[in-house]
């Protein structure tokens, strides 16, 4: 969706950023100044930005990083897919994930310095990784709920509730089976339509 988009794009601009401040003979110099001064790396966070953690690591795995380290297992791997994935010039966006913060999280990353090696192969001298959360993804969804006269849901690729305008708990569940939702999968989110529905839950069918 948009909102994701804008937090790829987000990242994709910083990853940039860093390429102009050094060469990539340099990248290790590189995160060596942003472990000396943190604030550099904290600016990331501040804002609009949608971001909860942030880190520039590089291909020994040694790196720096600012804002919140979620104590989550599935978030940690996330993260280490996502170093190993850019680390072979792979821009990363994962699925939505239950997390510590009680919200909904992704991992999303973009490589630096990516370039090809003599047998054709994409390689990366570095990684930049970051945790957005998807609660302001819930604030729109009640917004555009308009006072509870409609429900609004947001599901992933796999059919799955990432976030909704309604009762809270419900986050992970799998809708792949209802028909708007099979319709929107089908599709590939490339239209939209309004359609009633059902769904059962611990207070009955909504």
Known sequence: GLYVNGLEAQ????SRALETQSGPDQFQQLVDRLRSNPRALARFLEGSSGFTYVSVVDASGA??????QLPDDAVEGLLRDAWERGLSGEAIT???VPSAMKEPVLVISQPVFAEKTPDGRSQARGVVMAVAGLGRL??????AAQGGLVDVYVVDDTGTLVTHSREEGREGTNLSKLPIVE??????GRASSTEPFTLSGPKGER
């Open 11 to 14: 990242l994709q601009a910083m």
């Open 63 to 68: 790196g720096v990083r600012a804002g919140v």
């Open 94 to 96: 994962s699925r939505p």
């Open 138 to 143: 819930g604030g729109l969804t009640q917004s």
């Open 183 to 188: 319709k929107f999968l089908a599709l590939r």
